[in-house]
Nanobody, 124 residues
Framework: QVQLVESGGGLVQAGGSLRLSCTAS????????VAWFRQAPGKEREFLAR????????IYSDSVKGRFTISRDNTKNMAYLQMNSLKPEDTADYYC?????????????????WGQGTQVTVSS
């Protein structure tokens, strides 16, 4: 079992940066891949990035590649999403997912856990 809590969201101007954090509890965290998703009002949840269980491999969606960086620290049971060059279209609720298997692919997880989300608003 894994419990996740996101933090770090807020209001930022276009071109600015934010770092989201995902705090995990549960021993299984270190064996799970971690992904970040977002959901804007009226839109479907969108995959952004995933990092594998040991942090060696990552994958990004085209919409955030080169601007966002996913990382994790298993010693702290933490994962992060560094977001740079933010745009108004990045405005959404951002969610952390811990999923198994622990590979960094876009394939759906056989089991997963979600946080409650953190809101990011980018003003123009």
């Amino acid at each position: 079992q894994v419990q996740l809590v996101e933090s770090g969201g807020g209001l930022v101007q276009a071109g600015g940066s934010l770092r989201l954090s995902c705090t995990a509890s549960g021993r299984a965290f270190s064996s799970h891949a971690v992904a970040w998703f977002r959901q804007a009002p009226g839109k479907e949840r969108e995959f952004l990035a995933r990092i594998d269980w040991n942090g060696r491999n990552t994958i990004y969606s085209d919409s955030v590649k080169g601007r966002f960086t996913i990382s994790r620290d298993n010693t702290k049971n933490m994962a992060y999403l560094q977001m740079n060059s933010l745009k108004p279209e990045d405005t959404a609720d951002y969610y952390c997912q811990a999923g198994w298997p622990g590979s960094a692919t876009t394939s759906p997880r056989l089991n997963d856990y979600w946080g409650q989300g953190t809101q990011v608003t980018v003003s123009s």
